[in-house]
């Protein structure tokens, strides 16, 4: 239930400290991983940078990305929670192991792949709240994804459907506190991409969406939140280069029903936030490995909550603006014309 502050019958100031009070002990008490606590999507903004909606030859292809993300707490919360701090750091190392299967199918004129992903984090969240914690997160499988190529045009698209179990690291008892790494809900990602893939050019649009199911222990749901990745890249001889982008956003509000295990409900998480962030990409192709590394700025972090500021006249909204240096290894495990002696097809980037 959210805090009343016309039930308490309050003074508005003590009503904002004892929200105050309680949003500290979330803080507190939840890492940067809880989505309840701070923004931070299953999924990493700007995953799909340097991928398309093609499809590579037949055959089973690995990937192992590596990226770490230096940011710092930014919204309204910075002064109405951190009391103007604009340096509460937040960083997360991350290992990510991942199979593409390309089995050969086609339907209704697609080519059939699907994929597994296995991420494995570490993050920190600084002062005054100096927490650490390492682990496994929640796997990522994607039973269904369809390729299309449009004619002899060099247009792509790409569509499926992602899902997170959650069975990654979990403690505490609302299986997001320290040192959690894990979530406690599923969620599905459905996704569309849509690419120009011709003389050497990559220019690709992949839009994902993170829907939530509640926290199976605290009946929490977070809302919706918006991905879109940008690439413009151009390949020469075996150099790749160019500027990409990325968009995330929440889209609908949470919900904290009278089941709910936050006295507080939605009102100190943002209901909307909109980030932005530009840098550039450059890769390599080994011949039988290619690598791909691309960085990012955050340039635009905005979050707000509406209900917040009508209940308490104060937005405790916080999200993180920092900066993202990514990097893509990826090569074919195996492939039916290898095992009848011909040259490995080229690399993907996925």
Request: proline share 6%; glycine share 12%.
């Amino acid at each position: 239930m959210a805090l009343n502050c016309k039930a308490l019958n309050c003074k508005a100031l003590t009503c904002r400290a004892l929200l105050l009070a309680a949003g500290l002990a979330a803080l507190a008490c939840s890492p940067a991983s809880a989505i309840e606590a701070l923004v931070n999507p299953q999924t990493k903004p700007g995953v799909l940078i340097g991928a398309s909606a093609g499809v590579p030859p037949p055959g089973i292809y690995m990937f192992n990305q590596v990226f770490t993300y230096q940011a710092n707490l930014a919204g309204p919360g910075v002064k109405s929670v951190l009391g103007g701090n604009t340096h509460v750091g937040d960083q997360a190392t991350v290992d990510v192991q991942g199979f593409l299967f390309v089995p050969g199918w086609t339907f209704l004129g697609a080519t059939y792949d699907a994929v597994v992903v296995q991420p494995f984090v570490m993050g920190s969240l600084g002062a005054p709240f100096n927490i650490q914690e390492s682990g496994v997160h929640n796997t990522y499988f994607v039973p269904v994804e369809l390729s299309w190529k449009l004619a002899d045009s060099g247009f792509q698209i790409k569509t499926g459907l992602g899902i997170y179990a959650p069975d990654g690291t979990q403690h505490g008892f609302t299986g997001l506190g320290y040192p959690s790494i894990g979530d406690p809900y599923w969620t599905f990602q459905p996704e569309f991409i849509i690419s120009y893939l011709k003389d050497g050019w990559n220019l690709s649009a992949a839009i994902y969406d993170e829907v939530n199911t509640r926290n199976t222990i605290t009946q929490y749901k977070t809302g919706n939140i918006l991905h879109a990745d940008f690439t413009a890249t151009k390949t020469i001889g075996k150099w790749t280069f160019g500027p990409v982008a990325y968009y995330y956003g929440q889209i609908s509000d949470d919900s904290c029903s009278t089941a709910c295990g936050y006295a507080t409900g939605t009102l100190l998480n943002p209901q909307r936030f909109d980030i932005w962030a530009v840098g550039g990409l450059v890769g390599y192709n080994f011949g039988p490995a290619a690598l791909s590394v691309w960085a990012t700025q955050e340039v635009s972090a905005k979050a707000s909550n509406p209900a917040a500021v009508a209940a308490t006249g104060t937005d405790f909204s916080l999200v993180h603006q920092g900066m993202t240096v990514f990097a893509t290894l990826s090569y074919r495990l195996w492939g039916p014309d290898e095992a009848a002696g011909a040259k490995p097809a080229g690399m993907i980037h996925k």
